[in-house]
């Protein structure tokens, strides 16, 4: 096993641990997949990390095992007798509902874990689509520059120009009221920015050294964009897609807040549990409260693991 050689400590004083972890990465990144090993290793050692990582494995954990974690089905209301117009039982009232009930008699904590694997498929899917659409007009602008990166940059700043939230809510309400049309408008909203993320990153790697004796080589462009270049280009698409999904959390509860997911009023989603608690905020705050709680903590959980991923792949950025 090859070592690394470490810049020697000034006399009398111990080794900068930036230069260390810096020299190790540059080190890494020379060597055969080593970068991502890298990046790995200082993920491991970033508290950040391990703490957002926690917090998206339970979530998806609860997503995931959601049939057999609730206690009651998603559409059920098994205690729907004991709602009456002045008093919806809270949490402690009754033992068989620990979290409490809904306007609707549902019992609220199956409406969260069943809430989470709605709303963390929402994210997923939504980013998933912009990321692939964002790429797709990023790897063409970057590849054949010209006229052609200009026409798709310009359509990609006419979509950046208006608000994401806006955007969503405009394609959600000509699509329809279902929960695809909000993942398709999601992702749409979210095109622009893996769009002008790639093509950026692309235009840098096109004058590294490695194109340069790529092309000296003989290579085609075809190769050297899709073997040399958008390889090295696409770990910052990466992390941002990483902490899109958070945005991508929140949007899907606030189309949904809005009205635009479809669905049965008792569908268990957790912007649609925002949205029927604001009749009943006086005598169940903890309707709106709990559901706002999750959304919370899960978009937490996928924004400080983005930003540890971001450090991890770019380790002058703890210097600043």
């Known amino acids: 096993m090859s070592s690394v050689l470490l810049p020697?400590?000034?006399?009398?004083?111990?080794?900068?641990?930036?230069?260390?972890?810096?020299?190790?990465?540059?080190?890494?990144?020379?060597?055969?997949?080593?970068?991502?090993?890298?990046?790995?290793?200082?993920?491991?050692?970033n508290p950040t990390a391990w703490g957002g990582a926690a917090i998206v494995l339970v979530f998806v954990v609860v997503a995931l095992l959601a049939p057999w974690l609730a206690p009651y089905a998603e559409t059920a209301l098994p205690g729907a007798r004991n709602i009456t117009p002045t008093h919806i039982p809270g949490p402690g009232e009754l033992p068989q509902f620990p979290l409490g009930l809904d306007r609707?008699?549902?019992?609220?904590?199956?409406?969260?874990?069943?809430?989470?694997?709605?709303?963390?498929?929402?994210?997923?899917?939504?980013?998933?689509?912009?990321?692939?659409?964002?790429?797709?007009?990023?790897?063409?602008?970057?590849?054949?520059g010209g006229w052609v990166d200009t026409v798709i940059m310009r359509f990609v700043d006419i979509l950046l120009s208006v608000p994401n939230l806006l955007l969503a809510v405009s394609i959600a309400?000509?699509?329809?009221?279902?929960?695809?049309?909000?993942?398709?408008?999601?992702?749409a909203s979210q095109v622009p920015i893996f769009a002008r993320l790639l093509r950026a990153s692309m235009l840098q790697q096109r004058g590294a050294d490695y194109v340069l004796s790529a092309q000296?080589?003989?290579?085609?462009?075809?190769?050297i964009t899709m073997s040399h270049v958008l390889p090295n280009s696409i770990g910052p698409v990466i992390v941002q897609g990483t902490l899109t999904l958070a945005t991508a959390v929140i949007d899907a509860a606030a189309l949904s807040f809005l009205g635009l997911g479809g669905g049965r009023p008792e569908t268990a989603e957790w912007g649609r549990m925002l949205t029927y608690a604001q009749a009943e905020l006086a005598i169940a705050p903890w309707l709106a409260f709990l559901p706002g709680l999750c959304i919370m903590v899960t978009a937490l959980g996928f924004t400080l693991f983005g930003e540890a991923l971001r450090e991890a792949m770019d380790p002058r950025t703890r210097a600043r």
């Open 8 to 45: 020697p400590a000034p006399e009398g004083g111990p080794v900068d641990d930036t230069s260390v972890d810096d020299a190790a990465l540059l080190a890494a990144k020379t060597r055969g997949g080593g970068f991502w090993r890298g990046v790995f290793r200082r993920l491991r050692r």
């Open 216 to 223: 000296t080589l003989g290579l085609g462009r075809g190769t």
């Open 104 to 144: 609707f008699g549902g019992d609220v904590l199956s409406k969260l874990i069943w809430g989470a694997r709605a709303s963390l498929l929402i994210g997923v899917v939504s980013t998933v689509f912009g990321l692939i659409g964002g790429m797709i007009l990023g790897l063409v602008a970057g590849a054949f």
């Open 173 to 187: 309400a000509i699509l329809g009221q279902t929960q695809l049309s909000v993942m398709i408008a999601i992702g």
